[in-house]
């Protein structure tokens, strides 16, 4: 039921390009910006210390996986050293107590009643909205795992903006409105351009030396990727293969997801380069099934109502119709219709 696509000629696809450029170079923050983040983590650590003597903050999501936008949320994670994550409703509760006291923060609101407990704020000087979550230790590790993604090409970043950019237009980026997280869109943009022929990236999670994959546990799961990027040409016979551009691609992507990728049967999976079905992971209720790469147990699509899912679906429907449909020439915009 899908319309047909014309032929793409070289103009459409430097129009294409030049789209997903400019998401890139619109949205991405500068170094100033980075280091604002830095700051502000600096100084919630120096505050938060003084009723919490060990404890320690990291920046994680798109603060570090470089998929970063301007105005993202500062994700972040608290440790108590010497501690382990016992009580954690209760640090929360109090947490948001002394954070109350910040004169540089307003709207502190702990929700201790989602799968992972958190207390939200908003940094005033900058509005930059936060949250401080506990113990959120995969979370650390998946991040470094986007982030080494991202460093691998080029286009692995920009895609990864496009994607943010137009599930945010076509509002489906919002998984406390129960659409998907920006997260669950960075998994299918790098499960795409895994099983691209020839790939983009490889499966990280496969590349060890030796027969036996390396065991680093944390929370029960294997953290273990490869992240000597310097060494990859070598050990990934792949590595440049793929010169498709960024504009190919994205319409690749939204053909791909509207095209091939068969939902009722397979799981976008980035941790094995051998496809995975829903049938495997008992997971077959679902339409929409996202596994995270390390904590295997999590659907991303899990929350998704059957009605979301079809919203979803059509965005990407239409997306391949419009990025997919070359325009002569950009209709005249009136005055009137400017403001
Ligand atoms: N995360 C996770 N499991 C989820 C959702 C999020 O582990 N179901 C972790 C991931 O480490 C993710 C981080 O929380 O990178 C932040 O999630 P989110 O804010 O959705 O993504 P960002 O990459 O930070 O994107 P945005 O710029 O929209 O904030
Ligand atoms: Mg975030």
Redesign the pocket.
């Known amino acids: 039921q899908l319309d047909p696509l014309p032929p793409i000629t070289p103009e459409f696809v430097s129009v294409l390009n030049k789209v997903c450029e400019q998401c890139y170079t619109d949205f991405a923050p500068d170094e100033l910006e980075v280091s604002v983040r830095e700051h502000i983590l600096q100084d919630l650590e120096t505050f938060v210390r003084r009723q919490f003597a060990g404890a320690r903050l990291q920046l994680?999501?798109?603060?570090?996986?470089g998929?970063?936008?301007r105005q993202?949320?500062l994700?972040i994670c608290m440790v108590l050293e010497g501690q382990d994550d016992g009580a954690c409703i209760h640090i929360i509760e109090s947490l948001a107590r002394q954070l109350k006291k910040h004169p540089g923060l307003k709207n502190i609101l702990p929700i201790t009643t989602a799968k992972?407990p958190i207390v939200k704020f908003v940094h005033v000087r900058t509005s930059l909205e936060g949250d401080i979550s506990l113990y959120?230790t995969?979370?650390?590790h998946?991040?470094h795992l986007?982030a080494s993604y991202a460093a691998i090409d080029r286009r692995v970043k920009i895609l990864c903006y496009v994607m943010?950019v137009f599930a945010?237009m076509c509002d489906i980026?919002d998984?406390s409105r129960g659409s998907l997280?920006?997260?669950?869109y960075?998994l299918m943009v790098l499960f795409f351009l895994q099983q691209r022929n020839p790939p983009i990236i490889p499966v990280l999670q496969e590349i060890y030396d030796g027969k036996k994959k390396p065991e680093v546990l944390v929370d029960g799961w294997n953290v273990y990727f490869f992240d000597d990027l310097k060494t990859l040409p070598s050990r990934w016979p792949e590595f440049g293969k793929n010169t498709e551009t960024v504009g190919e691609l994205w319409l690749g992507l939204l053909r791909f997801y509207t095209e091939d990728f068969d939902f009722r049967e397979h799981v976008v999976c980035i941790r094995q380069q051998c496809r995975l079905t829903t049938f495997n992971k008992q997971w077959t209720s679902k339409y929409i099934v996202i596994e995270?790469p390390f904590?295997l147990n999590?659907n991303?699509g899990a929350g998704l109502s059957r009605k979301m899912t079809n919203f979803i679906m059509k965005a990407f429907i239409n997306g391949r119709t419009v990025f997919g449909t070359p325009i002569k020439a950009f209709p005249p915009i009136y005055p009137s219709q400017m403001e």
């Open positions: 994680f999501g798109s603060s570090k996986n998929f970063g936008f993202s949320d994700d992972v959120n995969l979370a650390l998946n991040t986007l943010k945010k980026g998984a997280s920006s997260y669950a960075t995270d904590d999590h991303l």
